[in-house]
């Protein structure tokens, strides 16, 4: 098998497998109890919040455990949308747990300012005018589908008294996001896709929000309620701990890939088109061949055993077409019914690549015969 959908969730790491069953052999307890075992857990999880709180460049206070990347995003721009009143920025390109809770505040009668992101593309001009008088901003720092990267910021300059979510789930696992810890952004990154395991997720909070004000108890923004998924933490740790090392030379090493990936599609497919603009920076490739649905594509290559996705793992069951790709050209709508997402990770060998292009090959062959090369 040949695993090209690390965008979705990237294998674990055994360093984060070793850390979990290691914590698990020595005596799980649940680290809210005050009993010796539950200080022991707790001294654990704590550590956790260190190893990710240094991969990311805060302060381990700043951080929330949460279930899920998407929950994470819920709860900071739910959160962010309750302290004030004022227009809400942001993308039709957004994440479905960001793009709902927009949705959502647009029905419910607050002002809401969508972005243009052609090609998944953004600038400080275009975005200026839009970001004046922003109340919330919620934008991603590296699209799910189309692997673009604008640089936020400049952004963050534009509108410094909005309150900012920040996207990360996919940027996190290849970019330094030190530039974007400015005091009102709130930060979301998911282990699974950092090589920990899924179940768990941190948020970045607001250190006005993240720490306890004068004369009062807890701080604006508490931990998620109930006991936190320390054993799945304590991976996410040790994930952390491995790719923090790899992070400076892994995304020149993906885009190469990629960039070598995408020209062997092309010449068995010299029609394919690469669903992206000028601000893609690699690990994840959208493309797009005329006439070629994606579920019979992504069907056809599974069954040559490459694993690759029509759209976010989340909406695969939900939708045919993508819905990113449709926003972002919305004069191709073809494009987004054929869309098929290849996504690297810092496993993906040369030989994945072969694997992949070979599979392509042939499973254009099938779906289209008169018109493929043949050629990888």
């Known amino acids: 098998m040949t695993y090209l959908d690390h965008a979705a969730s990237t294998p674990v790491y055994e360093a984060a497998l070793e850390a979990m069953l290691s914590a698990m052999r020595e ?31 805060c302060l381990h206070a700043e951080l929330r455990w949460e279930a899920s990347g998407s929950a994470a995003l819920g709860r900071a721009l739910r959160s962010a949308l309750s302290l004030c009143s004022g227009p809400l920025v942001s993308s039709r390109l957004e994440h479905p747990a960001v793009r709902n809770v927009v949705e959502e505040a647009e029905s419910s009668g607050r002002e809401v300012r ?24 919620a934008l991603s720092a590296m699209n799910q589908e189309l692997g673009t990267a604008p640089d936020l910021a400049p952004l963050l300059a534009l509108a410094p008294s909005a309150w900012w979510v920040v996207d990360a789930v996919q940027a996190a696992a290849w970019r330094d996001l030190r530039p974007l810890l400015a005091p009102r952004v709130f930060l979301a990154c998911a282990s699974q896709k950092l090589g920990g395991p899924p179940g768990v997720a941190v948020l970045r909070v607001p250190r006005e929000l993240a720490f306890a004000p004068a004369g009062r108890r807890e701080p604006r923004f508490p931990e998620a309620p109930g006991t936190p998924p320390w054993i799945a933490a304590i991976g996410m740790g040790a994930a952390c701990r491995v790719r923090a090392p790899a992070l400076r030379e892994g995304l020149p090493r993906a885009r190469a890939q990629a960039e070598r990936l995408l020209a062997g599609l092309q010449r068995s497919c010299p029609d394919l088109v690469h669903n992206t603009g000028p601000d893609w920076v690699g690990p994840i490739l959208d493309v797009s061949v005329p006439g070629v649905e994606a579920r019979r594509m992504e069907t056809a290559l599974d069954l040559r055993g490459l694993c690759v996705a029509r759209t976010s793992a989340c909406q695969q069951a939900r939708v045919v077409a993508s819905p990113v790709v449709a926003a972002a050209f919305p004069g191709a709508p073809w494009r987004a019914d054929s869309a098929l997402r290849f996504s690297l990770g810092l496993q993906t060998s040369e030989e994945d690549l072969d694997a992949a292009l070979e599979a392509w090959s042939s499973a254009l062959s099938e779906l289209r015969p008169a018109t493929s090369t043949g050629s990888t």
């Open 27 to 57: 005596g799980a307890s649940n680290p809210s109890s005050v009993h010796a075992a539950g200080r022991k857990a707790r001294a654990a999880l704590d550590q956790a919040r260190i190893e990710v709180s240094s991969y990311l460049g």
């Open 114 to 137: 969508w972005l243009s992101q052609p090609g998944g593309s953004l600038t400080p001009t275009v975005a200026a005018p839009l970001l004046e008088g922003a109340a919330v901003v």
